[in-house]
């Protein structure tokens, strides 16, 4: 099969490989859509390292056919559509008894400990299957569509952690596509306004289309201004970061009004340190968490959002790649051409 193997930062080569053997417990499929992470551009370029193997098949967000099935798999059968929850929690440790399977002691995951969605064919490994990650997909929802069911489950999990209520004014800062899944989210559990700010012009029009109430273009207006007009004059009550630029989370928490929650969604690289003033959160009692992952019931969630139709996929997705334009794909993300970039076969 034809693979997108890893070879360290900025060396991603396409290359002939073995297509993978199952056993009896595991299942195969090939992969018919995959999506490009701003996490598979952080690993691209060497900023994040935790369990990305050399030489690998990186990606985590694929949808695809079942074309192998092992002898002792019960629940799927050949020509099965699905997707892939890439997090395999343990199910033991502390953190899976303890509602935080996401965050798992001991998690492994498909695109990282093993091979990912950059290719023909992936291997669902037993403990995959065990955990009900391996999920069959509507035959309404095109494949496009429906790759981006793991990226918004990781953004349902963010919208919990930042507690979005009806009646609030949510503040996103980053229109890339997982700024656009939140702001539909927002939208989704009542928000009376949401507000997005985004340099790219091309992203804040998308955003308007996904549902934001004003489109901030912040080098040339000031998005504190708007929210306080927005608010009578006492903030939002959600920021949720986006994008992963630690100079922008002291702004973004003097966003907020008293009480309110600042969420950091985004990755952030590894060892670059970001300053916040206490006092904002000591005076305001803001609550600044963070967000990881997904969880299987997150999957599930997200899957039901686009399969009735509550989810404007064409506003997330830039399509029309394929494996031979992996490196394309990957560098349009990074540079902010397009929206997410999905990879067809």
């Known amino acids: 099969m034809r693979a997108a193997i890893f070879h360290g930062p900025n060396n991603l080569k396409l290359e002939e490989v073995k297509k993978p053997e199952i056993n009896e417990n595991e299942v195969l499929v090939k992969v018919n859509a995959s999506a490009v992470c701003g996490t598979d551009v952080r690993i691209f370029e060497g900023k994040k390292t935790k369990g990305v193997r050399t030489p690998s098949v990186i990606g985590h967000e694929l949808v695809g056919t079942v074309v192998e099935v092992g002898a002792q798999v019960k629940d799927f059968f050949e020509g099965d559509r699905v997707g892939v929850m890439p997090v395999i929690p343990c199910r033991k440790c502390y953190y899976c008894l303890n509602g935080r399977e996401n965050v798992c002691a001991n998690r492994t995951a498909i695109g990282y400990e093993y091979d990912g969605g950059f290719a023909e064919y992936v291997r669902i490994p037993s403990a995959a299957l065990e955990a009900g ?18 990226p918004l489950a990781c953004c349902v999990n963010g919208q919990r952690k930042a507690n979005v209520k009806m009646g609030d004014v949510v503040v996103v800062i980053g229109g ?10 927002a939208k989704i559990a009542g928000a009376k306004s949401v507000i997005l700010s985004e340099p790219i012009g091309h992203r804040r029009e998308k955003a308007l289309l996904a549902g934001a109430d004003f489109a901030v273009n912040p080098e040339n207006e000031s998005l504190h201004d708007l929210v306080l007009s927005e608010t009578d ?18 702004s973004s928490a003097n966003l907020l009004k008293k009480g309110g929650t600042l969420n950091l969604f985004a990755g952030f690289t590894n060892g670059v340190m970001s300053e916040i003033d206490p006092n904002v959160i000591h005076y305001n009692e803001i609550t600044v968490n963070g967000t990881s992952a997904l969880t299987r019931a997150d999957y599930h969630k997200s899957l039901s959002l686009i399969a009735s139709g509550q989810i404007n996929t064409e506003v997330l997705t830039t399509t029309g790649y394929t494996l031979d334009d992996i490196e394309q794909a990957i560098l349009d993300v990074k540079n902010g051409n397009g929206m997410k970039t999905v990879i067809t076969q």
Do not use: C, R, W, Y
């Open 176 to 185: 890339g596509p997982i700024g656009l899944m939140h702001v539909q989210l």
């Open 133 to 150: 990650n391996l999920v069959k997909i509507p035959d309404h929802l095109s494949f496009e569509q429906a790759v981006i069911t793991e």
């Open 233 to 250: 004059g006492l903030g939002a009550d959600v920021v949720i970061m986006a994008i992963g630029v630690p100079f922008l989370v002291n």
